[in-house]
């Protein structure tokens, strides 16, 4: 890590500790909070950060962090431009690495970003490299050089709660997801902290807990070609980029995965044992243990003509979920999610390795895009 950065977290450290407040582990009303990093902008920045209703607050720190466009800003001119967003957050990575350190996840809101290719020049000013979305369930389409469709499922079928490729020994560090088009109805991206999912769990059932923290294998059957009625419809051969058996075998060998090809083109995979559970390590982290995986995902979500939810996970003695354990992980799960109701030109990035992600069902023509990214060259 550079010097610079070094020295960036020493100082978002100092602040934290003159401004946070006692630890309690409590929901506060956003109208009576003031942001925790106000002091990091002043009335020249681009951005500055708001409350909105949905907001939670964990530890006295709102969750997601909120900031809205500054049309008073110099330069502005009285509306703040994509241009203007991309300067500042091409100029201010240590900042933003911090923030989503702290809140987990940031949410931009009130400026223009309307299509794919002005979300695309966002995430390429954000500094962050490119993660390519290979081992992933979903159908996507590729609409500029670093965005695609999130998961084109029914519109009445609900996604999960998941860490992004938590089923993949490889995974994204970010996650962008762009608001284009607002469903007429629903639609969210809730969000939840992974950490206080983790620490509830262990209250209440900390059995299950202890089974996860041996790890899981995830076990998925793909079609040769994507079937876009199915929420994990991904076919083999998009999945490994490939047309070749031979290349997805090979991939596949690489990820330490065991497989089996059935008729009709079908496939059948198996993960090596992977961490359900994660401790949030690494300079200026938490140290905090993540719900890191996608098991209620899987067991509630990955059911279709080929896969049966219930034995899509399997734990690495060789036993499967207990359907009480999954019912109390799902209140929990609803208990702390935040639903922010979508708005045009909205992007949230997310720390993926700290927040879990899910979709609620929705009426009407609604685009959310997304983009993957890690930060190696940080």
Same mark, same amino acid.
């Given at each position: 890590?550079?010097?610079?950065?070094?020295?960036?977290?020493?100082?978002?450290?100092?602040?934290?500790?003159?401004?946070?407040?006692?630890?309690?582990?409590?929901?506060?009303?956003?109208?009576?909070?003031?942001?925790?990093?106000?002091?990091?902008?002043?009335?020249?920045?681009?951005?500055?950060?708001?409350?909105?209703?949905?907001?939670?607050?964990?530890?006295?720190?709102? $969750? %997601?962090?909120? *900031?809205?466009?500054?049309?008073?800003? @110099?330069?502005?001119? /009285?509306?703040? #431009?994509?241009?203007?967003?991309?300067?500042?957050?091409?100029?201010?990575?240590?900042?933003?690495?911090?923030?989503?350190?702290?809140?987990?996840?940031?949410?931009?809101?009130?400026?223009?970003?309307?299509?794919?290719?002005?979300?695309?020049?966002?995430?390429?000013?954000?500094?962050?490299?490119?993660?390519?979305?290979?081992?992933?369930?979903?159908?996507?389409?590729?609409?500029?050089?670093?965005?695609?469709?999130?998961?084109?499922?029914?519109?009445?079928?609900?996604?999960?709660?998941?860490?992004?490729?938590?089923?993949?020994?490889? $995974? %994204?560090?970010? *996650?962008?997801?762009?608001?284009?088009? @607002?469903?007429?109805? /629903?639609?969210? #991206?809730?969000?939840?902290?992974?950490?206080?999912?983790?620490?509830?769990?262990?209250?209440?059932?900390?059995?299950?807990?202890?089974?996860?923290?041996?790890?899981?294998?995830?076990?998925?059957?793909?079609?040769?070609?994507?079937?876009?009625?199915?929420?994990?419809?991904?076919?083999?051969?998009?999945?490994?980029?490939?047309?070749?058996?031979?290349?997805?075998?090979?991939?596949?060998?690489?990820?330490?995965?065991?497989?089996?090809?059935?008729?009709?083109?079908?496939?059948?995979?198996?993960?090596?044992?992977?961490?359900?559970?994660?401790?949030?390590?690494?300079?200026?982290?938490?140290?905090?243990?993540?719900?890191?995986?996608?098991?209620?995902?899987?067991?509630?979500?990955?059911?279709?003509?080929?896969?049966?939810?219930?034995?899509?996970?399997?734990?690495?003695?060789?036993?499967?979920?207990?359907?009480?354990?999954?019912?109390?992980?799902?209140?929990?799960?609803?208990?702390?999610?935040?639903?922010?109701?979508?708005?045009?030109?909205?992007?949230?990035?997310?720390?993926?390795?700290?927040?879990?992600?899910?979709?609620?069902?929705?009426?009407?023509?609604?685009?959310?895009?997304?983009?993957?990214?890690?930060?190696?060259?940080?």
């Amino acid at each position: 890590m550079s010097l610079k950065r070094h020295i960036s977290f020493f100082l978002f450290a100092l602040i934290s500790l003159f401004k946070t407040k006692a630890d309690d582990n409590t929901c506060e009303n956003a109208d009576s909070f003031t942001s925790i990093s106000s002091g990091f902008f002043n009335t020249n920045d681009y951005v500055y950060p708001i409350k909105i209703p949905e907001q939670k607050f964990f530890n006295n720190i709102e $969750f %997601p962090l909120v *900031l809205e466009a500054n049309h008073q800003a @110099p330069g502005c001119s /009285g509306t703040c #431009t994509v241009d203007n967003l991309n300067d500042w957050i091409s100029n201010s990575a240590p900042i933003i690495d911090n923030l989503l350190l702290r809140h987990g996840a940031i949410l931009f809101r009130g400026f223009p970003l309307n299509s794919a290719d002005d979300f695309n020049s966002f995430v390429t000013a954000s500094g962050y490299d490119e993660f390519p979305y290979v081992g992933g369930a979903a159908v996507r389409r590729v609409l500029a050089p670093r965005v695609f469709t999130t998961n084109e499922s029914p519109p009445d079928f609900p996604i999960p709660y998941h860490h992004e490729l938590a089923q993949s020994p490889k $995974f %994204p560090y970010h *996650l962008f997801f762009h608001c284009e088009t @607002p469903a007429e109805q /629903g639609g969210e #991206t809730p969000i939840l902290w992974s950490f206080e999912l983790h620490e509830r769990l262990k209250e209440k059932i900390p059995h299950f807990v202890e089974k996860l923290d041996q790890g899981v294998h995830y076990i998925r059957v793909m079609p040769e070609e994507d079937d876009p009625s199915s929420a994990i419809g991904r076919g083999w051969k998009s999945t490994y980029l490939t047309e070749e058996k031979s290349i997805a075998e090979m991939k596949m060998r690489g990820l330490n995965y065991t497989w089996e090809w059935k008729e009709d083109g079908l496939l059948v995979t198996q993960s090596p044992v992977l961490k359900a559970l994660r401790k949030d390590i690494g300079p200026g982290r938490s140290g905090r243990t993540a719900f890191f995986n996608s098991v209620i995902a899987a067991y509630t979500g990955w059911t279709d003509s080929r896969n049966d939810g219930k034995l899509a996970i399997k734990f690495a003695d060789g036993s499967y979920l207990d359907p009480t354990d999954v019912k109390i992980t799902l209140e929990l799960m609803d208990e702390l999610e935040v639903a922010f109701k979508w708005e045009k030109g909205d992007v949230i990035l997310i720390d993926n390795r700290q927040v879990m992600h899910s979709r609620k069902p929705f009426v009407g023509k609604r685009v959310i895009t997304a983009s993957m990214a890690t930060h190696e060259s940080r």
